[in-house]
C-alpha cells in the first residue's frame, strides 16, 4: 500500500520545487523503467473473477468474450489487474487525483456546458486520489498495447509512448510556472489542440482531425434519441435490442442478484437532490418516461447501467441519462486513502475536480432493488457531442498524435488536482523519466499479453465462460 501525500499549500514555490525532487530519493526517476511481476502475484483471472461476483450474472460471460477479442480490449477490460501491479511498485508519494483508468480510449472530444467542443478525460469510474504516476504508466502502456494491436514496429510503439509522456511532462512545466487561478481555467478546446500539435500535423492528420471533431458535434442528445428510441402505441419508448438494451420493464427480478427492478422515479428524485438548485429546476421540467437495462463499455460490461428516458414539451424535447452503478475503485486496496460513503459521489467528486467542463446533469443517487440491496450510481447525460478515437485506423503518426494530446490533457487533471510546482521539479528538465516509462510501456505489454493468454486458457478450460454476441 502506498501512502500518498502533496507538499503543505503554505510552502513557498522554491520549498515546493525541492519537496519535488527529494521524492526522487523514495522512487528516482529511473526507477520506472521496468515492470517484473512480484512474487505471489494474484491470478489474473481470480482478480476479474472477483470482479464479475458483483456483477449481473448473465452479463459476465459477455464480459469475457469482450475481452478476448484482442490483446488491447483486455487491457481495457483488466484495470484491476493493473492496479495490484502498481501497487507493488515504488512510489513518488506525488499526489494527484488518478483518473484510475488512463488508457487512450478513455480521452475524447467533449461538449462543454458553454457548448464548446474540448478534448478530455471521459472515464472516471476508478477515479481516487493516489501517486501521479499511475495514471502516466497506464496510459503509456495502453499506447504501445494499441500500437502492437495495429503491427507498428516496436521503435513506432516507443516513439508514440515517447511523444505522450514527453508532452505530459512539458506541459506540467508550463503549469508549474502559471498562477493557480490560470491552471484552473485552462482547458483543451479545438484552438488549443491545433496549437498543441501545430508541430507535427501533416496535411492528412488535420483532415482527420477536422472530420473527427466534426462527427463529434453530429453525435448530440438528439442523434441518440432518434437511435435508441421509437414510436409505439403509448408513445415514446426505448427500442429493445436485447441483451445490450432491455427495458426494465421486460427485466425479470432475479433474487440471486441478477437484473433487478428499482423505483426509477423514485431514484431520479433522489439524483436531483445533488445537483445545483438551478439544474433541479430545469430537471423538473421533464417528466420521465422510460428506462432500459444498457450495456457499456469492455470492462464494465455486467456493472449496472441504466438509461433514462425524459420528455419536456413534447416528443421533440427529450433528455437521455445514464445512470451507472459505481462500485470502490480498483487503485482502493493501494492506497489507503479516504473512503466515501457513495461511489457514485466520489465518481462526481473525482471528474468535477480534474475535468474541465463537467456535464450540467452530472450526480449521484443510491437505489434499492427488489432484492432489499442497495447500489451505488452516477448519472449524466448520454451521448453529447462526444468525439470516440478509432485506433485501429490509425497510421503510427497518428498514434503518435493522439499520444501528445492524451499526455498534455492528463497534466492538465494532474495540474488542478496535484502540486504542479512539485511534480514538473520532480519530473526535471531531462528526457529520464520519458525515456524510462518507454521501458515500462513495452515491459507491462509483455504481461498484458499474458494475462490475456491466462484469460483464454481459462475460457478453454471451462474454468470462466465467454460468449460473444
Not at 501491479?85 to 467533449?110: E, I, K, M, W, Y
Request: with cysteine; hydrophobic share 40%; proline share 4%.
Amino acid at each position: 500500500m502506498t501512502a500518498s501525500t502533496t507538499p503543505d499549500a503554505a510552502l513557498t514555490r522554491g520549498e515546493r520545487a525541492v519537496y519535488g525532487r527529494d521524492a526522487r530519493r523514495r522512487a528516482s526517476r529511473s526507477c520506472h523503467g521496468w515492470f517484473e511481476a512480484a512474487q505471489g502475484r494474484p491470478d489474473p483471472v481470480d482478480v476479474l473473477e472477483r470482479q464479475s461476483a458483483t456483477r449481473v450474472p448473465e452479463l459476465v460471460p459477455l464480459r469475457y468474450a469482450r475481452m478476448l477479442e484482442s490483446p488491447f480490449r483486455f487491457y481495457r477490460g483488466a484495470a484491476a489487474v493493473m492496479a495490484a501491479d502498481l501497487g507493488q511498485l515504488p512510489s513518488t508519494g506525488l499526489t494527484v487525483q488518478l483518473c484510475g483508468d488512463a488508457h487512450l480510449l478513455n480521452f475524447r472530444l467533449l461538449a462543454s456546458p458553454e457548448r464548446h467542443l474540448v478534448f478530455d478525460i471521459n472515464d472516471f469510474d476508478e477515479t481516487l486520489a493516489g501517486p501521479f504516476e499511475w495514471d502516466v504508466k497506464r496510459l503509456a502502456a495502453s499506447l504501445a498495447i494499441a500500437g502492437r494491436h495495429n503491427g507498428f514496429s516496436t521503435a513506432q510503439q516507443d516513439k508514440a509512448v515517447l511523444e505522450c509522456v514527453r508532452s505530459y511532462r512539458t506541459r506540467m512545466r508550463e503549469f508549474a510556472g502559471m498562477r493557480t487561478l490560470d491552471i484552473w481555467y485552462a482547458q483543451d478546446d479545438a484552438d488549443r489542440m491545433r496549437e498543441l500539435l501545430a508541430s507535427s500535423m501533416t496535411k492528412e492528420a488535420r483532415r482527420r482531425t477536422a472530420e473527427a471533431t466534426a462527427r463529434a458535434r453530429t453525435r448530440t442528445h438528439l442523434q441518440a434519441y432518434g437511435k435508441l428510441t421509437r414510436v409505439t402505441a403509448d408513445g415514446r419508448r426505448i427500442t429493445p435490442d436485447p441483451p445490450l438494451i432491455t427495458p426494465l420493464r421486460d427485466l425479470l427480478t432475479d433474487a440471486s442478484g441478477g437484473a433487478q427492478e428499482y423505483d426509477v422515479g423514485a431514484v431520479v428524485a433522489d439524483y436531483a437532490r445533488t445537483l445545483s438548485s438551478e439544474r433541479r429546476h430545469l430537471l423538473r421540467r421533464y417528466r420521465l418516461v422510460d428506462t432500459a437495462r444498457k450495456v457499456v463499455g469492455v470492462g464494465s460490461v455486467g456493472m449496472r447501467c441504466w438509461i433514462v428516458l425524459l420528455l419536456g414539451g413534447g416528443d421533440d424535447d427529450p433528455l437521455l441519462l445514464q445512470a451507472k452503478e459505481a462500485q470502490e475503485s480498483v487503485l482502493a486496496a493501494y492506497t489507503g486513502g479516504r473512503s466515501y460513503d457513495n461511489q457514485g459521489r466520489r465518481v462526481v467528486a473525482g471528474q468535477r475536480l480534474i475535468q474541465t467542463t463537467s456535464d450540467i446533469f452530472l450526480g449521484w443517487t443510491h437505489a434499492v432493488g427488489l432484492d432489499g440491496r442497495g447500489r451505488d450510481f452516477y448519472v449524466r447525460q448520454l451521448l453529447d457531442w462526444k468525439g470516440i478515437a478509432r485506433p485501429d485506423s490509425w497510421d503510427p503518426r497518428m498514434l503518435r498524435l493522439f499520444g501528445h494530446l492524451c499526455g498534455a490533457s492528463l497534466a492538465r487533471a494532474h495540474a488542478r488536482s496535484g502540486d504542479p510546482v512539485a511534480l514538473a521539479s520532480y519530473l526535471g528538465g531531462s528526457d529520464r523519466f520519458d525515456r524510462a516509462l518507454v521501458g515500462f510501456a513495452q515491459a507491462y505489454a509483455d504481461q498484458n499479453e499474458r494475462d490475456a493468454r491466462a484469460l483464454d486458457a481459462a475460457v478453454r478450460s471451462g474454468r470462466v465462460r465467454a460468449t460473444a454476441l
